[in-house]
């Protein structure tokens, strides 16, 4: 059974910077497309952040946190980390990790959430201005 663990949320300033960790176990995740999403309210339709390839070499990110956050991976650690910088109330959401559905090519970002078949709990970040 596929499982992802986000990590690292929690309360901060604007201005300020937090970095999520997703675990994933039951899974070797060197083979798949590996992303970030978030909610930014209940009810609110789940939007792309970042995504990265399965071999770390290609990222791609939404316009919003473009320049901002930093996706990244450790293949051998099965982990895949968010870093945020410069957060603002308007990056409070929910943010969630996911894997994607299938293998992909080398060097493929998706970005869709259809993409993606297993998702984490999700972890809070709360950006106060």
């Known amino acids: 059974q596929v499982q992802l663990v986000e990590s690292g949320g929690g309360l901060v300033q604007a201005g300020d910077s937090l970095r999520l960790s997703c675990a994933a176990s039951?899974?070797?995740?060197?083979?798949?497309?590996m992303g970030w999403f978030r909610r930014q309210a209940p009810g609110k339709e789940r939007e792309f952040v970042a995504?990265?390839?399965?071999?770390?070499?290609?990222?791609r990110y939404a316009d919003s946190v473009k320049g901002r956050f930093t996706i990244s991976r450790d293949n051998a650690k099965n982990t895949v980390y968010l870093q945020m910088n410069s957060l603002k109330s308007e990056d409070t959401a929910i943010y969630y990790c996911?894997?994607?559905?299938?293998?992909?090519?080398?060097?493929?970002?998706?970005?869709?959430?259809?993409?993606?078949?297993?998702w984490g709990q999700g972890t809070q970040v709360t950006v106060s201005s």
């Open positions: 996911a894997s994607s559905l299938s293998a992909t090519d080398y060097y493929y970002t998706p970005r869709l959430s259809w993409e993606y078949a297993y």
């Open positions: 039951g899974r070797t995740i060197d083979k798949y497309g």
């Open positions: 995504a990265v390839s399965r071999s770390g070499s290609n990222t």
